[in-house]
Structure formats: C-alpha cells, structure tokens
C-alpha cells in the first residue's frame, strides 16, 4: 500500500479503492493532494497514515470524510453560460409550450456547492419562468459540498464570473468577504447526496429533460466514462440534453450523439433523431463530423482589463486569514511575459496587485483558448495558492511539470524551479515536510541559492 522508498503512503491499492468509491482515476503525477488528504484525515484521527489507510480501506472508519477531501470541488456561479443559456431561452420555454402543467426537470450533477443549479435559479428568476415550471434537482459525491449548498454562502471566487448588478440583486455581504445567496433562492433547488456510478439511478428516481454534468468525467478513465454516461442515458428523458464541459466532448459515438443549438454544444440519447425546438433549423452533425464549435468564450474580453466581478472586489477570505510564507520562501512571480503576450502581462499584473478573483479570472481566460500556456498554469497555480485552494494549486502545478516533462509542454527553467518551489511551500505550508524535501532538493540541483531553500534550514517553520 505504501511507497516506503519515497515516503509517500499513496499506492495501487488506494488508488484502486479511490476508483472502485467514486470512479475517479489518480495517477501516479496527479496524487499529491491525496498524499495530503491521507495525512490531514490521518491527523485528525490521531492515526499513523499507513494505520488510517488500513482501517480506511478495511471499512473501519467511515470513508464520507476522506471521499470529501480528495474531491474537486472548484466551481463557480454561471460557469456553464451557453449551456445555462440556450436551458433558459430554449429548452424550458420549448417545454412549457409543448408541456403545460408539467415541469421542465433540470438536474445539475455533480453540483459542488450548488454554484451551478443556483446559477439556474436565478436566471429562472430573471426570466420570470415561475417556480411550478421547473423543477431543479442537484446532487453531489460530497456531503461538505452538500451542506455548504444548502447554506448557500459563498465567497468572492465563487462570484468571479458574476456581473456586479446580478451580485448585487441575489446575494448579501454577510461577514467578511462572505455573500449569501437571497434565501428565496435556496428553495428552488433539491440537494441530494448521490454518486453518480452507484446510487444516483434510485436517489433520484425520476428521468430529465436537461442534465448538467459538467467537469465529471474529466477526472475518470475511459471505462468508467463509459459507465457513468450508461447512468446518465438511463436519467435522461429519451428527447433530453445532456451537457458536459467542452473538455469532455470525446464521448463515445455509441451512447450519444452531438447536437448544436444556438452555438451551445449538447448531447442527445441515441435513438430516433429528435426534432430540434420550434424555430430552429436543426444542423445536426453527420456521425463522426465535426460540429461548428461556438468560439473561446473569452476571447472577446481577453485583451482588455476584465470588469470588477465581485461585489465588492477583494482578495478572498482564506487569502487573507492564512499565515503567509516568509517573503524568501514564497515562490516568485512567473518570470514576465515577452511583449506580444499582452493578455499574460495583464494576468500577471492583476496577481502582483493580489486582484485574485480579477488574476483567476484573466489566466482561465488565456487557457480557454491556449490551454498549452504553461505559464498561464503556473498563474493560475500561485493564484490558487494564494487563496488557500492548496489542493487544487497542487493539483494544477503537477500536472503541469508532469506535461513539461513528458515534452508536452514548454517551461522556461527559472518558471520550472517556481512551480517546484510552489509544490515544496503547499507541502510544507501542510507538515508534509518530508514529501516537500524531494522538490527542494531538486531545486537545490537546478538552483542552488533559491529562496525556498530556506525551508530545509533546521528549525525553519514556514507552515
Ligand atoms: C469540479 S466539480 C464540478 C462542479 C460543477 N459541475 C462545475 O462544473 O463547476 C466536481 C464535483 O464532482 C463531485 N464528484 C466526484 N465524483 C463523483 C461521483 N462519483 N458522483 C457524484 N459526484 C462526484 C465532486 O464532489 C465535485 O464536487
């Protein structure tokens, strides 16, 4: 189960139970946030890590706790906008009329802290589709998502693709930095606690018109993505859309079939072609053709500075409370961008001021159209760490120096020590010393003198 050889305690075995629990595929390059769940869940027991695993795995300990700390549960408010679009303007309007008296079921699984179905509610609001129009249903893994949504306060990142009027109107400064959602809202969204490859068919029981499965499958393997959309035709109404994140659109042929409407991609049960609603002219694609892909959707406000996203723009909350690093130990700044990149300058300027919500945005941005940008992913990751989402931040940076490292990706060699600086501080920031020291001392072979070093002088404490 261990690695005694590089004192990680992640395996095969708990990689294999991770899988089998939840479907989720961690690799050998993506595990260090479950490195540090098993640490941080091992702790909280007053358990050796290794004794944790065994009882973990033997069924001992109850494993909701540590199934929490190993999801991804990053999200934010009108993150699906063209699929939330064309639901809103097309399908339940389309429903309604062919309809009348029965709900348009809308079911947003996975939900996280119901950013996604609450985006929903409040564009039902705003057009004034009635609460007897449509049922909206959420579900998620994770039992501290679930009681996070039904609580629905959120904070700034949450926000960070909201307009400041429709901020302004659904939520209410509540705390510092915190905003709630108006508690008519909360009403308008069933949460159930559901993993999609077990239970979700009999928690749910009941089929849907839409389905919002958004950045799911991304984390399964091939054969698991194959089983959860067998789950999903099964909840999905014969004629009903299935929408998944553009990441995800490699589904099999042979379960669905792609289908455009309004410039939103969507995805439709096989079986007898659907007519498409009223007054569009289906433009269905040929099996296996491509279909016209609506454009980067932040290409257009990419090059200038993003409007003010938040109610009241701040650096998030957890980037405030947490005890920063040193300045000498903290990794520097990506190295700056060539002239000609002005969108990564203008990235970067917004983190070096700690606009974070305005820099996250900036550098998702920049991926949505270039997601080979190595640097906007190391941004993107010391944006994250900033703002104590450490797992993600981890998450993020390994994966990128696992792309540079298979010939994927370009990293300039000063960007390449950061993001091992990044990993080394997020590890030691968590007590994992001991993991931290393997990227410190790759650091020292490629830079000696770099300031995280100061992590390994005896008696240093940065965390
Ligand atoms: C990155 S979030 C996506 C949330 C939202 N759909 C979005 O696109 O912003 C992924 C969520 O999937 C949930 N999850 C992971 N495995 C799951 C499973 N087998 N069944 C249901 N939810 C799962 C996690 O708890 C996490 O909240």
């Not at 001021?353 to 997601?371: D, S, V, Y």
């Given at each position: 189960m261990?690695?005694?050889?590089?004192?990680?305690?992640?395996?095969?075995t708990?990689?294999?139970w991770?899988?089998?629990?939840?479907?989720?595929?961690?690799?050998?390059?993506?595990?260090?946030?479950?490195?540090?769940?098993?640490?941080?869940?091992?702790?909280?027991?007053?358990?050796?890590?290794v004794i944790y695993l065994d009882r973990l795995q033997g069924g001992v300990l109850p494993p909701?706790?540590?199934?929490?700390?190993?999801?991804?549960?990053?999200?934010?408010?009108?993150?699906?906008?063209?699929?939330?679009?064309?639901?809103?303007?097309?399908?339940?309007?389309?429903?309604?009329?062919?309809?009348?008296?029965?709900?348009?079921?809308?079911?947003?699984?996975?939900?996280?802290?119901?950013?996604?179905?609450?985006?929903?509610?409040?564009?039902?609001?705003?057009?004034?589709?009635?609460?007897?129009?449509?049922?909206?249903?959420?579900?998620?893994?994770?039992?501290?998502?679930?009681?996070?949504?039904?609580?629905?306060?959120?904070?700034?990142?949450?926000?960070?693709?909201?307009?400041?009027?429709?901020?302004?109107?659904?939520?209410?400064?509540?705390?510092?930095?915190?905003?709630?959602?108006?508690?008519?809202?909360?009403?308008?969204?069933?949460?159930?606690?559901?993993?999609?490859?077990?239970?979700?068919?009999?928690?749910?029981?009941?089929?849907?018109?839409?389905?919002?499965?958004?950045?799911?499958?991304?984390?399964?393997?091939?054969?698991?993505?194959?089983?959860?959309?067998?789950?999903?035709?099964?909840?999905?109404?014969?004629?009903?859309?299935?929408?998944?994140?553009?990441?995800?659109?490699?589904?099999?042929?042979?379960?669905?079939?792609?289908?455009?409407?309004?410039?939103?991609?969507?995805?439709?049960?096989?079986?007898?072609?659907?007519?498409?609603?009223?007054?569009?002219?289906?433009?269905?694609?040929?099996?296996?053709?491509?279909?016209?892909?609506?454009?980067?959707?932040?290409?257009?406000?990419?090059?200038?500075?993003?409007?003010?996203?938040?109610?009241?723009?701040?650096?998030?909350?957890?980037?405030?409370?947490?005890?920063?690093?040193?300045?000498?130990?903290?990794?520097?700044?990506?190295?700056?961008?060539?002239?000609?990149?002005?969108?990564?300058?203008?990235?970067?300027?917004?983190?070096?001021?700690?606009?974070?919500?305005?820099?996250?945005?900036?550098?998702?941005?920049?991926?949505?159209?270039?997601?080979?940008?190595?640097?906007?992913?190391?941004?993107?990751?010391?944006?994250?760490?900033?703002?104590?989402?450490?797992?993600?931040?981890?998450?993020?940076?390994?994966?990128?120096?696992?792309?540079?490292?298979?010939?994927?990706?370009?990293?300039?060699?000063?960007?390449?020590?950061?993001?091992?600086?990044?990993?080394?501080?997020?590890?030691?920031?968590?007590?994992?010393?001991?993991?931290?020291?393997?990227?410190?001392?790759?650091?020292?072979?490629?830079?000696?003198?770099?300031?995280?070093?100061?992590?390994?002088?005896?008696?240093?404490?940065?965390?």
């Amino acid at each position: 189960m261990t690695d005694a050889s590089n004192g990680r305690v992640v395996g095969e075995t708990l990689r294999a139970w991770i899988r089998g629990r939840t479907g989720i595929s961690i690799t050998e390059q993506n595990q260090a946030p479950v490195e540090l769940a098993v640490r941080l869940e091992a702790e909280r027991h007053g358990l050796d890590p290794v004794i944790y695993l065994d009882r973990l795995q033997g069924g001992v300990l109850p494993p909701q706790a540590f199934i929490d700390a190993i999801t991804t549960n990053e999200s934010y408010f009108f993150r699906a906008q063209d699929q939330m679009r064309v639901t809103i303007t097309r399908l339940i309007p389309e429903l309604m009329r062919c309809r009348p008296g029965q709900p348009a079921r809308i079911l947003s699984l996975p939900c996280a802290r119901g950013e996604e179905p609450y985006s929903l509610a409040i564009l039902c609001e705003e057009h004034r589709i009635p609460p007897r129009a449509v049922e909206l249903v959420a579900g998620d893994i994770s039992a501290t998502c679930l009681a996070d949504a039904r609580r629905g306060d959120y904070g700034p990142l949450a926000l960070r693709r909201t307009d400041p009027t429709t901020a302004q109107r659904w939520f209410t400064p509540w705390g510092p930095r915190t905003y709630r959602l108006e508690p008519a809202l909360l009403g308008r969204v069933s949460f159930h606690q559901v993993n999609l490859l077990e239970d979700a068919a009999t928690v749910l029981a009941r089929r849907f018109d839409v389905i919002f499965c958004e950045n799911l499958l991304i984390y399964f393997d091939p054969e698991t993505t194959s089983r959860a959309l067998a789950v999903l035709g099964r909840l999905l109404e014969p004629d009903g859309w299935l929408f998944v994140d553009h990441a995800e659109w490699n589904i099999p042929r042979e379960q669905f079939r792609m289908q455009e409407l309004d410039g939103c991609v969507g995805f439709r049960p096989l079986g007898p072609a659907h007519p498409a609603p009223a007054g569009h002219s289906r433009r269905d694609p040929a099996p296996g053709a491509a279909v016209p892909l609506p454009g980067p959707r932040w290409t257009a406000d990419g090059d200038r500075p993003p409007p003010p996203v938040t109610p009241t723009p701040t650096a998030p909350a957890r980037a405030a409370q947490r005890p920063a690093a040193p300045a000498a130990a903290r990794p520097a700044p990506p190295s700056p961008p060539p002239a000609g990149q002005p969108r990564l300058a203008h990235a970067q300027a917004h983190y070096q001021a700690k606009r974070f919500a305005e820099a996250l945005l900036a550098f998702n941005a920049i991926l949505a159209g270039h997601p080979a940008d190595a640097r906007a992913r190391l941004g993107k990751a010391l944006v994250l760490a900033d703002c104590g989402e450490d797992f993600e931040a981890l998450e993020v940076t390994e994966t990128l120096l696992h792309a540079v490292d298979e010939g994927e990706l370009d990293l300039s060699p000063p960007d390449y020590v950061e993001a091992l600086a990044l990993i080394a501080l997020l590890l030691h920031k968590k007590g994992l010393k001991d993991l931290a020291q393997g990227y410190l001392r790759e650091i020292a072979r490629r830079a000696p003198g770099h300031p995280s070093l100061g992590l390994l002088r005896p008696g240093s404490d940065h965390a």
